[in-house]
């Protein structure tokens, strides 16, 4: 309908055509609506001001940030009591818009957003000066117009947001950037965090020390809290989590702006994925910066907030990054206190029962190996859990980031009391154990003696089952031709089960006095003093030993 009505090559039409193209917009255009337009142009019955065109007129009048209420028509006598009593012009001196007297409950900030919609500019664009200064956002007109006489006249004064230069490096136009994810603009935002993100996303010597003396680091955690943007809440929290991964004094320069609690709502009430997935991640890191961090986090209630991701995320880099931030909640001495760790006990096993994801299962393992690293009652918490089965169980998993954890696992449940080491026994690890003993890694065949040597020291039944299974052969084979720390474990195995007078012999036959023999001659006082331990006890296992069965290991008690 107005492009019907307008003048060729010109925005000047007839007032009354205008008005009757506007009642044909908005049945509920009002005298006062269209009165209030026509004191914005400069001719009597034209809209011809220059910066005023048309298309923004009916911007403002139908959109604009300060429309009249459409409950109450002013009176004829309420109109021509409204007084012109602001003009906002450009420096050049062409209006822009003019307030009455009706209309300046408005702030600063709006008017700024007023005039920029008119001009085309964003509202960052824009500053407005009068009183020789610039107008403060948080002034009102009308305080503005309380000690003038005569109408305000404002300038506005335009100066566009720089944009990036695509023939420069990012990382020389950070200014820019700054400028660009301070700006009030959505598209800037975005912008600038993805390209924040992006530098900080750099393999190696990423400029996160450079980013945070930037000063925009307040400003990622403000827009990241704006819900209705979840693409600008992924993208800076991306920002924000790449910063948390950096060093300690980073890392506290980010928990120092409140980030925690910060991170947290938003994890509680995002409905994205993605956005949850940045922020659990972002907590996650922080909270394996260190204990201090870690409790922060939980102390604001982080497990249940992770916990809940756990319980209903779908996508499997979600899924990981959660177990990952859970088992971050689980490390560190001292331990946090146990009844902030239980919670997330069933979690863990369900996804160790159902997942096949590598990364789940690994996390989910080491998370359990944190926790039974500890007190007995601790030890206690995950056998009740009833996970134990399936932890034995990943001991023979083909990947070594599942095994390895589960193989820490079972050798902490092991130094628990007898009844918590029976728990283990009972599913049988044996087998796994035998098989990961000839593992290429080191570390591996340490573990499993490690392990071994701490149920040799428990009761009998426990050190004949070990002897059952044939390790006392591996013992002896380790602690001769193995790398140092494994010999050492294999000493402490041999020496430990040796204290049962009652298996002396079977390890006298597997070559155990031969292997301590030459372990004699190792310059390591602790290797030293696990032979003189275990050559302590065969001598007392001679003089309790029946005649009959010294026949049977022959020349081995002669070198004793």
């Given at each position: 309908?107005?492009?019907?009505?307008?003048?060729?090559?010109?925005?000047?039409?007839?007032?009354?055509?205008?008005?009757?193209?506007?009642?044909?917009?908005?049945?509920?255009?009002?005298?006062?609506?269209?009165?209030?337009?026509?004191?914005?142009?400069?001719?009597?019955?034209?809209?011809?001001?220059?910066?005023?065109?048309?298309?923004?007129?009916?911007?403002w009048i139908f959109s604009g940030p300060k429309r009249p209420s459409l409950k109450k028509k002013k009176t004829n006598e309420e109109l021509e009591a409204l007084i012109e009593a602001l003009r906002v012009r450009t420096a050049s001196g062409a209006l822009i818009l003019t307030l009455d007297s009706g209309s300046m409950d408005r702030s600063v900030m709006q008017l700024r957003a007023e005039v920029g919609a008119l001009l085309g500019r964003c509202v960052d664009?824009?500053?407005?000066?009068?009183?020789?200064?610039?107008?403060?956002?948080?002034?009102?007109?009308?305080?503005?117009?309380?000690?003038?006489?005569?109408?305000?006249?404002?300038?506005?004064?335009?100066?566009?947001?720089?944009?990036?230069?695509?023939?420069?490096?990012?990382?020389?136009?950070?200014?820019?950037?700054?400028?660009?994810?301070?700006?009030?603009?959505?598209?800037?935002?975005?912008?600038?965090?993805?390209?924040?993100?992006?530098?900080?996303?750099?393999?190696?010597?990423?400029?996160?020390?450079?980013?945070?003396?930037?000063?925009?680091?307040?400003?990622?955690?403000?827009?990241?809290?704006?819900?209705?943007?979840?693409?600008?809440?992924?993208?800076?929290?991306?920002?924000?989590?790449?910063?948390?991964?950096?060093?300690?004094?980073?890392?506290?320069?980010?928990?120092?702006?409140?980030?925690?609690?910060?991170?947290?709502?938003?994890?509680?009430?995002?409905?994205?994925?993605?956005?949850?997935?940045?922020?659990?991640?972002?907590?996650?890191?922080?909270?394996?910066?260190?204990?201090?961090?870690?409790?922060?986090?939980?102390?604001?209630?982080?497990?249940?907030?992770?916990?809940?991701?756990?319980?209903?995320?779908?996508?499997?880099?979600?899924?990981?990054?959660?177990?990952?931030?859970?088992?971050?909640?689980?490390?560190?001495?001292?331990?946090?206190?146990?009844?902030?760790?239980?919670?997330?006990?069933?979690?863990?096993?369900?996804?160790?029962?159902?997942?096949?994801?590598?990364?789940?299962?690994?996390?989910?393992?080491?998370?359990?190996?944190?926790?039974?690293?500890?007190?007995?009652?601790?030890?206690?918490?995950?056998?009740?859990?009833?996970?134990?089965?399936?932890?034995?169980?990943?001991?023979?998993?083909?990947?070594?980031?599942?095994?390895?954890?589960?193989?820490?696992?079972?050798?902490?449940?092991?130094?628990?009391?007898?009844?918590?080491?029976?728990?283990?026994?009972?599913?049988?690890p044996f087998g796994a154990v035998m098989q990961l003993m000839a593992s290429p890694k080191m570390k591996i065949r340490k573990e499993c003696c490690w392990l071994l040597s701490n149920i040799c020291a428990g009761p009998l039944y426990q050190v004949q089952q070990i002897r059952d299974h044939g390790f006392f052969d591996q013992f002896s084979i380790m602690a001769r031709d193995a790398e140092l720390s494994v010999r050492k474990e294999a000493a402490f195995a041999?020496?430990?089960?040796?204290?049962?007078?009652?298996?002396?012999?079977?390890?006298?036959?597997?070559?155990?006095?031969?292997?301590?023999?030459?372990?004699?001659?190792?310059?390591?006082?602790?290797?030293?003093?696990?032979?003189?331990?275990?050559?302590?006890?065969?001598?007392?296992?001679?003089?309790?030993?029946?005649?009959?069965?010294?026949?049977?290991?022959?020349?081995?008690?002669?070198?004793?």
């Open positions: 309908c107005f492009r019907k009505h307008q003048i060729e090559g010109d925005d000047v039409m007839d007032w009354k055509v205008f008005s009757e193209v506007l009642r044909s917009l908005d049945s509920q255009c009002t005298d006062a609506q269209l009165e209030l337009l026509r004191r914005r142009g400069e001719g009597e019955a034209t809209l011809s001001a220059p910066g005023m065109r048309l298309e923004s007129a009916l911007k664009e824009v500053k407005l000066i009068a009183f020789q200064r610039q107008l403060e956002d948080g002034e009102t007109c009308q305080s503005l117009v309380a000690s003038e006489v005569d109408c305000l006249e404002v300038t506005a004064i335009t100066q566009e947001i720089p944009q990036l230069d695509n023939s420069i490096p990012v990382l020389e136009q950070l200014d820019v950037l700054k400028q660009m994810i301070m700006s009030s603009s959505l598209e800037y935002q975005i912008d600038s965090a993805t390209h924040l993100r992006k530098i900080l996303s750099v393999e190696a010597n990423p400029p996160i020390q450079r980013v945070l003396e930037l000063g925009v680091a307040p400003r990622l955690l403000e827009l990241s809290q704006q819900m209705s943007t979840p693409q600008l809440q992924f993208e800076t929290l991306w920002a924000i989590l790449n910063i948390v991964s950096g060093n300690a004094h980073q890392t506290q320069a980010i928990v120092d702006l409140d980030a925690v609690p910060i991170l947290l709502k938003i994890l509680k009430e995002s409905a994205s994925e993605d956005v949850q997935d940045q922020a659990v991640w972002a907590i996650g890191n922080i909270a394996g910066d260190s204990v201090p961090h870690r409790d922060l986090c939980i102390a604001n209630q982080g497990m249940p907030a992770v916990l809940q991701v756990l319980e209903t995320c779908k996508k499997v880099s979600g899924l990981r990054n959660a177990m990952w931030t859970v088992s971050n909640f689980f490390r560190g001495a001292p331990k946090p206190n146990l009844d902030d760790l239980r919670p997330a006990l069933p979690l863990l096993t369900r996804h160790l029962r159902e997942s096949t994801d590598v990364e789940v299962l690994t996390d989910a393992l080491w998370s359990l190996s944190y926790i039974s690293d500890g007190p007995n009652h601790y030890i206690q918490a995950v056998i009740d859990a009833e996970v134990v089965p399936r932890v034995v169980q990943l001991l023979r998993h083909e990947s070594a980031g599942v095994h390895t954890p589960a193989l820490r696992t079972v050798g902490n449940l092991v130094t628990g009391d007898d009844l918590q080491t029976d728990m283990v026994l009972n599913n049988d041999i020496a430990n089960a040796s204290e049962k007078t009652e298996v002396i012999n079977d390890l006298m036959k597997a070559g155990c006095m031969t292997a301590m023999h030459e372990l004699m001659d190792s310059h390591d006082h602790k290797m030293q003093d696990l032979c003189l331990t275990f050559i302590s006890n065969l001598r007392k296992g001679l003089d309790e030993m029946p005649p009959s069965q010294l026949d049977d290991v022959g020349c081995g008690w002669a070198k004793v």
